[in-house]
């Protein structure tokens, strides 16, 4: 019974991904910020009654949550697992061999659902292990976080235990849609790009995923991380904005 009802429910999940709108509006969704029903039917270049028809089916499939603020309904994903399917999805999508196809600035850092994903995202993921403050148990399976890595995000000011004591995963890693290797999910990404964004090391775009490097912030976490820094070599162009739009923000 387990099974068929495992079948069912993905088959299920699938179906409600399947259709082009409903895709646009979970891959806005990705940048973390709730979205109106009207603020979806523009980005899925759809009506609003057929908005939220499409919203319904997605909420039904588990996809999305809604928060009613007085006259207002505001829909978001309706857990970072599923922020972190779609990037995984948007992996396989790309086909074989891969070729990245993804506009700089938003390859180079980005928002996915709520911790930092891209070239960035990336870089980091590799040298928290590197350095030992993320210690890898197997293949796709939560990390430990080592006592040097603890003292390593005290630092930064991020307190590991008050993640532990969270109902999520606290770190984990996430596959990287357009570098095709993980960067950091989990409790532990999500306090890391808040940080980041609170020291304004990382500025968000106002219309995107995509998120700006400052020149202090890469002095600092080149400092902090003990690496060099991977920059992006050039501004987002119109056809770049265009490609952005169709690849959902």
Not at 76 to 86: E, F, I, K, R, Y
Not at 98 to 127: E, I, K, M, N, S
Not at 153 to 169: D, N, Q, S, T, W
Request: one cysteine or more; glycine letters at 10%.
């Amino acid at each position: 019974m387990n099974v068929v009802q495992n079948d069912l429910g993905l088959s299920n999940v699938a179906a409600a991904i399947a259709e082009p709108a409903r895709t646009r509006m979970l891959c806005a969704l990705m940048d973390g910020h709730a979205r109106t029903s009207t603020e979806l039917a523009a980005i899925a270049q759809v009506s609003t009654s057929t908005a939220s028809a499409h919203l319904a089916k997605l909420k039904d499939a588990g996809l999305l949550r809604v928060q009613v603020q007085g006259r207002h309904r505001y829909y978001d994903l309706g857990d970072p697992l599923v922020a972190q399917a779609l990037e995984a999805l948007m992996v396989i999508g790309q086909g074989t061999p891969f070729t990245p196809r993804t506009p700089d600035r938003l390859q180079f850092a980005r928002t996915c659902y709520d911790h930092l994903a891209g070239t960035l995202g990336v870089q980091l993921h590799d040298r928290m292990l590197e350095a030992g403050w993320l210690l890898a148990a197997g293949e796709g399976e939560e990390y430990r976080i080592s006592d040097s890595g603890v003292e390593f995000f005290h630092g930064l000011g991020i307190e590991v235990a008050e993640l532990r004591a969270l109902r999520r995963r606290v770190a984990c890693p996430c596959l990287d849609w357009s570098m095709r290797r993980p960067h950091l999910g989990g409790a532990l990404g999500a306090a890391l790009l808040r940080v980041l964004l609170e020291r304004k090391w990382l500025v968000r775009d106002l219309d995107s995923r995509a998120l700006t490097l400052t020149g202090t912030g890469g002095r600092y976490i080149s400092k902090r991380f003990g690496m060099p820094l991977i920059q992006p070599s050039r501004p987002l162009s119109a056809s770049a904005s265009l490609e952005l739009q169709q690849l959902g923000g």
